[in-house]
Structure formats: C-alpha cells, structure tokens
C-alpha cells in the first residue's frame, strides 16, 4: 500500500523518474552557485534517466527522510551515496554498488586520539550526521561515548573545529576534504576502520526497475562514466588515494 500523495514506482518510458537525494553532500550531492542540483549524483541520475528514457526529477530532501519518502512513493529511487546496509535492506532493496568507501575519523590537531578504539572511553564526544552509518555504528559501539546529532555535516565538523567534540564519523573522502579545509584546527585519521559499498536505493519488491538500473550501472561502468565523474569532480581525492594506494571510491 503506498502512502497518501505517493505512488508505486512505474517503468514506463516517458514517466518522470523522481530521485531522492540531500544536497548537501558535496561533491556528490549539492547545488550550483545559481541553486541547482549539482555534483557526481545528479549526474549518474541524469545519465540513469537518460538510458531509461525518462524525464528526471531531482527531490530533495534531508538524508534521514529519503528512506521514509521512498516506502511511501514519493520517490522512485534513492541516489545520495547511500550505504547499503542490511540493516536499510530491511526496508529497501539495493542496486549493485558503484563506490567503495568506509567510516574515518576527523579529530582535532592536538587530539590524543589515534584510532577509533580511543574514542571508547567515557567522557569522549562525538558528532554524527542523522541517519548515517557513522551514527548507527557509534550507537552500536560505542555505547559510553556521549552523541551529538545534526542534519547537516558542516555542524558535525564546527563541532570538531571549536573543541565541543572529540571526534566527527564520516566517509574517508568527506574526511580529507574537511581535514584540508582545517589544518589549524583538525587532522583526518583516513584509514577506514569500517568498508562500506554505495548503491541506488528501490522500494521493496519493484524488481523491473532495480533490474533497468543494474542494467544502467554495468553500461555506465563499461564505457568508463565513473572514472569520468571522477576526474570532474574528485580530481584531487583521486590521486591522493592513488598515492596512498587506496583504490578508487568510484569504480
């Protein structure tokens, strides 16, 4: 049963594709200087919408809502680096991933913290964004540590930079970038401490369309569209995993 205003996702050609995603992700999911949606995501939908032949929507909307949407039907899919996890297969189905990353640490300069298993003691701080897997694996364990929870990862990251947390959980990628964004104040601790697989997000028991985008992604990887998203947008991020040989998030 699909939720007032929603409807089941349809695979008919010529039907809007309504994606799901938070734009303020960058440079995966975000908006341009005049306000619209940019970065590596909203172009894998637009080529996504494109090989199925369907108009596309970009819906946006805070992380921790894009599940909820797509159960009711007001979306079709979510694409919004997105970690499949079973506990989210309980409630979604996933596509097959397109990027491979894991859980980092951003801690202050002069921090003693030197690996996630410091952050276990009580008395630490920690600030995670609503919905991810950074919170849902502190939850799990690190049980003694003292949360705090925002919507949006820039808070996450003043948190760090002022001193009111002692560590901010997020994606290896997200981590360089706000280490080099703060090198007064912060410092990454970049090896993951958990991998994790991306995917695009559909609702339960929509085979079909899970089937198109499965379809999608191996075309897409075949003719190199990942390794050209990256170059446009993660130019940097690349070749330091390169150095550090890390392979590739996108791949």
């Known amino acids: 049963m699909w939720g007032c205003g929603g409807k089941p996702p349809s695979t008919a050609t010529g039907e809007v594709l309504r994606v799901g995603m938070d734009l303020r992700y960058p440079p995966f999911e975000m908006q341009d200087k005049a306000g619209h949606p940019d970065g590596v995501s909203v172009r894998l939908a637009e080529a996504l919408a494109a090989h199925l032949g369907r108009p596309l929507a970009i819906v946006p909307m805070d992380f921790s809502g894009l599940i909820p949407a797509l159960k009711t039907g007001n979306i079709d899919l979510i694409i919004s680096s997105m970690t499949a996890t079973d506990e989210r297969r309980e409630s979604l189905d996933f596509s097959k991933p397109y990027a491979f990353t894991g859980l980092a640490l951003l801690v202050r300069k002069d921090s003693q913290i030197q690996s996630v298993a410091d952050l276990a003691k009580a008395g630490n701080t920690i600030a995670v964004k609503a919905g991810t897997t950074g919170e849902i694996w502190a939850i799990k364990h690190l049980p003694d540590a003292k949360r705090v929870v925002f919507e949006d990862q820039s808070a996450c990251v003043l948190e760090v930079v002022a001193g009111r947390a002692d560590a901010f959980i997020y994606d290896q990628l997200s981590i360089y970038k706000y280490a080099a964004e703060n090198p007064a104040t912060t410092r990454g601790l970049l090896q993951p401490f958990v991998e994790e697989e991306w995917a695009i997000g559909a609702a339960k028991g929509h085979a079909a369309l899970l089937g198109q985008v499965n379809g999608f992604l191996d075309e897409f990887r075949a003719r190199d569209g990942f390794g050209k998203l990256g ?13 550090a040989g890390i392979p590739f998030i996108l791949r």
């Open 231 to 243: 170059e446009q947008y993660l130019r940097d991020e690349k070749k330091f995993l390169e150095a």
